[in-house]
């Protein structure tokens, strides 16, 4: 039962991708799958990072730049040459993404706390600057009439009005998959892997794990997640500019990732659609950076282990059953985080 119970997120995924749309609609209000469409392919690179931050324990101010380079590498191919298949064009950018990943993680993963923060602050700025500053890329104005993704014969990803909730049953199908593969992830024995990982690195390679080894291949993860966003996004909007890779977008995949939980894929998943949904919808105004900036120096100051939105849960059910809640720090939380 313990078992099942861990993939009910993804049936929830599933179930929302094919009932919200038609529910939507007879709520006159179809015109909100556009930004949960969209919030669903920032929640799953917000996924990916989870995966490292949370579960290795590698912080990474970089997860914009993964965005970026799948985003563009996509566009570009297309626009290069019409004539080749978006799916080639689409593999191409996610495996760019890893094999750069792969290149700039074997040395920056060597670095802990917050040198390995600033180095990957340090990539995701270089990203951004060779997006705006390249004409080929489109400069600061970014890149735009990109081809729609045909993936079946009259299924395909692109924005508009008709496609809209196709649209948005394509998106939470693939975030409901993304959520599949890290959930049997963390509950294998690599997750355990990365656990005693990010635990403890001495312990955990006086145990044999290869330390550097798993620490490269979730990193690759993440990045393949963040390509895979970029690219579906990409062809949604039709656009991609040199903002998706900016350092303030890094900043708020960490801010979803520590409201949700560093290791709580579940509560990453819900924070990473609610607060984009707001975002897209213009709640915060041209406060919106800000907002995402305190979120997280709010966490840091009031959940240093990345527990917020399980801590504020507990509570919200103590105060109604009339039971204590559990202290923090307490045994609870370490033991239900590879479940959640």
């Given amino acids: 039962m313990a078992g099942l119970k861990r993939y009910l997120p993804v049936l929830a995924c599933a179930l929302c991708a094919f009932l919200l749309p038609p529910l939507f609609a007879a709520a006159n209000a179809a015109y909100l799958l556009t930004q949960l469409t969209m919030s669903a392919y920032y929640a799953l690179a917000s996924l990916g990072l989870c995966a490292l931050m949370g579960y290795a324990g ?24 019409p004539s080749i298949s978006p799916w080639i064009a689409c593999a191409c950018a996610v495996l760019l993404a890893a094999l750069v990943a792969a290149i700039i993680g074997t040395p920056v993963l060597r670095l802990k706390g917050h040198y390995l923060a600033m180095a990957t602050l340090g990539f995701g700025i270089i990203i951004e600057k060779i997006a705006r500053g390249t004409k080929g890329l489109g400069g600061a104005d970014g890149l735009s009439s990109v081809s729609p993704f045909a993936i079946l014969p009259g299924l395909v990803v692109t924005g508009g009005k008709a496609a809209r909730a196709a649209n948005f049953s394509i998106a939470w199908v693939v975030l409901a998959l993304g959520l599949l593969a890290l959930v049997n992830l963390v509950n294998s024995r690599a997750g355990r892997a990365l656990r005693a990982l990010r635990d403890g690195e001495e312990a955990a390679g006086a145990m044999g794990i290869d330390i550097a080894g798993y620490k490269l291949k979730v990193f690759v993860i993440g990045a393949v997640y963040a390509a895979v966003a970029g690219v579906l996004l990409t062809r949604y909007d039709g ?59 709010a966490v840091m100051l009031f959940a240093p282990e990345g527990r917020a939105l399980r801590r504020a849960t507990r509570a919200a059910l103590a105060a109604r059953t009339g039971r204590p809640r559990p202290a923090a720090g307490a045994p609870q939380d370490r033991g239900k985080g590879a479940a959640e």
Avoid at 58 to 68: M, R, T, V
Avoid at 243 to 267: C, H, P, Q, W
């Fill in 58 to 81: 590698q912080i990474s101010l970089g997860q914009a730049g993964f965005f970026a380079i799948g985003a563009y590498a996509s566009a570009f191919i297309s626009k290069s040459d």
């Fill in 239 to 297: 656009s991609i500019g040199p903002g998706e890779a900016s350092f303030v977008k890094s900043v708020r995949y960490v801010a979803i990732v520590a409201v949700g939980g560093m290791d709580n894929l579940t509560g990453t998943l819900v924070a990473g659609i609610v607060l984009n949904f707001l975002s897209l919808r213009g709640i915060f105004g041209k406060y919106d950076d800000a907002v995402f900036g305190l979120i997280l120096v």
